[in-house]
């Protein structure tokens, strides 16, 4: 026995009672059988139906070997079924379906380009085309075509033909699959399209509302086409007009050219970056210059130590220590600690993390890094104090540079 689609016949009935046939346990969950059911399973690229049976939420609908399957989250107990399936779901994944029709006949009425495949996504819906090229004047003229359709509000029929009776029809697809009384069930959108499907459809094109192709890109040799339909192209076309409202009114642009006044922000920006970088180059060289001046020797290393309220540590230590000799301890406070990066010239050997260590131990310190670069914090104390202890250091030990 296999379950009886009504879905087939009514796409538009949402609530129904059906008497419960069997309740199966389904991994850690439950699945229920009926003779027949409105609920679509998840098949040919458009997804499952959501709802309720007996007011537990359906999480999945599954079709094997011609059974569907209702999975549940808690078991049922009851003999009857009351069902009610999500309206907003099945509408948006039949606006997508009837709209995908509409669209891969219109891809072949004005380019000739077949649909191989087709997805209705959470986020967008997708068609792959065989198409040798594709541009964005073709994408505006299988647009506009597919619209034009809709605003004809144009029937749209479920027959069902038999294997004798389908030769005399012009199908835009093989049909694969045999309903169950053995006909091949084919959605017409009137004088427009024929193709074989087993999907939920709409009544006529209007209910689609329209069809927008959000973006294309070429895919193994064939190209991609995102699309919505109706209420999801609505809340898109929502979403993005204020966006771009929004950012329009920061530039204190028209929405119709933000695009070039963008575009030539993003110029005067790099070139500004370019001519900013080329200054903090020169300027970073004049201040490590003047920190070098007042400098003390000790043991033939340059020490300094200094802290910086203005500027970028990093930026000044990476400059100082491109001398050699040179030791530099940069701090700058952040609450009740400082910040620092202790760093020494190349041709020390000197082990900055050992130091660090050593010197730092009593003063909370956290941080680590390279031998000659490390960056950490410690708690704030007397620049005076920090000067002691570096240069008892440096006196004591023994460099061999
Ligand atoms: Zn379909």
Redesign the pocket.
Known sequence: MTTQKLYYNDSYKLDFEENILKVEKWNDKFAVLFEKTYFYPTS?GQPCDKGFINNIPVVDVIEKEGNIYHILEKNLTENKAICKIDYNTRLENSQH??G??LLSQAFIKVKNYPTISMHIGKDYSTIEIVASSLNIEDINKVEDLANQIIYENRKINILYLSEDEINNYSLRKKPKKKSSNNDIRV?EIENFDL?P?G?T?LKSTSEIGIIKIISFEKYKGNYRVNFLCGKKALLDYRYKNFAIKNISNKFSASEYNIEQIINKFIDDFEKNKKELNLIKKDFYNLLSKNILNDCKIINNVKVIIKEEKNYDIKDISQNLVKNQDILSFLFLENNERYNFIFSCSDNLKINLNEIARKLFKDLSFKGGGKNNFIQGSINKVEKSFLEKIISDYLNKINLSI
């Open positions: 040919g379906h009837t995908q029709h959605i193709s499907c999907g459809h």
